[in-house]
């Protein structure tokens, strides 16, 4: 009977996972080996085993322990696979072909007996976690050269910006009393099995204290491993309870921070695939998304790199990172040695977020990388600036716990801000000034999710308590009526559309008078709602006064501008002027291209319009062209249930017929 076991199924909150291809286990060597890696799954079955690793991330790491007669005919099918970092063949015969494996080196050895087989995997694990070795690099980049190649500036740096918000919004966020308790009950739920993980988490539990928080850092136990990775994989849950300990962290590196310039040095394995990006960007700035742990030990280093054997598609990359704390608003790092677990070993920590420069990168002679970095402060590259605007466009304050929702939003990370918004509302007294920001928030992200009704009953709530608490003509009172109108837009209801936007128009002209970025706004918003009756002179008049407010407010890249471009396109597309259509279309899908994320629904809904133009001029093989690539950017942000998902399946379907 073929089975497969994994730990109650839950999910793997660590980088690591430790799998077993091969006849059943005892239950004492599956304890033994879950004190190793918690994450233990037992496979019988070949091909179970093989779809299961191909399933997981490419981040994710595999230690596979396979018997010998399984070998031969499926290490070939994954030993090239970037997820596998070690195995280890189970064998009563210890005569197996050598030559066999000499060449590859992710095979560790032929071992026989089960205790030296535990002994050597825990040997090798230790030494690994010891230099940090398997601790993935969560890295963003930021390409300051003006280029038409959107994928090495326009999408890396928009990830570098949404990366440093997201990582200011999460430091600066208040604690909740509960959230070392939640963190400990949901690891000891993970490492239920797992009896020395749940001593260190008792440990924790009775003896924890913000002052130590550097030693439990470096202990290299649960909570390192489980932070790393929340930290690099954005696990927004995990973010949430670990903020006390961030908070702890940091505050300790404030504290204790370097005094005098450092040269410091981290060795690391790297994918080949991000050292050439790395190549294209010399002299560019990289954000390190998680804490980094480096070493003042040059020869210490570079003897452990050598030691390291390359795989087919990792390089060894020896890091020097020069760092200066006179320089203003750099961010915290220290020498942590005193503070650490390790005590005999001596290490440098920087703060998470930390900026720098790429100074040089080349590979020597003996096949090692040598990357130069210099730790920047706000004021050594033009990035603040940048960041400061993308905080003003998405009404971000640090300090405001909503922020957070907000560039998840915006990343495209909607379940994640929609629990966090419910997350936040939960928290909040009754009373709070907050709550009615919490079902705005909410309408917006059910709205983008498609789910108009619940969108439509968090934007009455919103409504509702504003009316309750402020004047009548109050701006927040405006919005709301704004958004409810866009609800009945898109629910077919154009005539309760319309008296919502106006309700809207006029309190705005009141507060700000008629040349307003808010103005603007309705204004485009009621185009959209006489465009939908066929009322296209209006449309297009309503379309124009919001074009002209925004072109007065906005550089000529701002996504405002794109949207009044596209909807300008959608009349002359109504009205049969295709080639119009396409010139205001290709105007709009620059200027987003420059402003928004590659998968940006707003460019989805472009692109999708443009598929449209070309269909009925019946250039066919250009209209699937469009709808193709709209339809990879919905199938990337929503569910195959989302409407928008639905109805280019739909299009693409029909068009498809016709070829």
Known sequence: ?????????????????????????????????????????????????????????????????IKRKLSEHFIPQIVHLRQITSIYIYSNDKNINEQSINNLNKIKGVIVRRNELIQRIQSDFNQRQF?????????????????????????????????????DCLICMQSSSNDKNELITLCKQQYKNNSNELNILEEFEKDYLSERSLWWYTRHSVLYRLMNKAIRVQN????????????????????????????VYRAQLMFKEELELLTKLSGEFISINSFLL?????????????????????????????????????????????????????????MIGSIFRLVRINRDINNIWNIQ????????????????????????????????????????????????????LNQLPKDHEDITRCYHALGEVTQKKGDYNSSLKWYNKSLENDTQTMKIDDANIAMSYNSIAVIYSKKGDYTLALESYEKALEIWKNIFGENHPDVAMCYNNMGIIYQEQQKYSDALEFYHKAWNIRQQYFSAEHPSLGQTYACIGNVHY????????????????????????????????????????????????????????SAKIYHHLFPSTHPDVIQIEKIIHHISSKL
């Open 1 to 65: 009977m073929t089975t497969t076991e994994t730990i109650e199924e839950i999910e793997n909150f660590e980088t690591f996972y430790l799998i077993w291809l091969g006849d059943s286990m005892k239950n004492e060597i599956r304890q033994q080996l879950r004190t190793i890696v918690n994450y233990l799954l037992i496979f019988e079955d070949e091909q179970k085993c093989l779809q299961y690793i191909y399933s997981l991330s490419k981040d994710d790491r595999v230690i596979l322990i």
């Open 131 to 167: 230099y940090n070795l398997d601790e993935i690099l969560s890295i963003n980049f930021f390409n300051s050269k003006k280029t038409d190649e959107n994928s090495l500036s326009t999408n890396l740096n928009s990830d570098f910006i949404d990366s440093q918000i997201l990582i």
């Open 236 to 263: 927004i849950n995990l973010l949430l309870l670990f903020r006390f300990f961030i908070h702890d962290i940091r505050q300790q590196l404030i504290k204790n921070k370097s005094l005098s310039s450092i040269h």
């Open 294 to 350: 480096t070493t003042p030990n040059y020869e210490q280093t570079r003897y452990f790199l050598s030691s390291l054997i390359s795989s087919d598609n990792m390089e060894k990359v020896f890091i020097e990172i020069i760092a200066d704390p006179q320089r203003d608003d750099i961010k915290s790092f220290s020498n942590i040695t005193s503070y650490s677990y390790f005590q005999n070993k001596e290490e440098v920590l920087f």
């Open 373 to 424: 970095l210099i730790l920047c402060s706000n004021n050594d590259h033009p990035l603040q600036s940048f960041i400061q605007e993308k905080k003003n466009e998405l009404d971000i304050v640090d300090t405001d716990p909503l922020s957070f929702g907000f560039i998840l939003e915006h990343m495209g990370k909607l379940d994640n801000a929609e629990k966090y918004y419910h997350y936040i």
């Open 574 to 629: 109504q009205l049969g002027r295709y080639d119009m259509a396409l010139e205001h279309y290709s105007l709009s899908l620059e200027i987003f291209k420059k402003s928004l994320l590659s998968h940006h629904p707003d460019i989805a809904m472009v692109l999708r319009n443009i598929g449209f133009v070309y269909q009925a001029k019946n250039e066919l093989q250009q209209a699937l062209f469009y709808m193709e690539k």
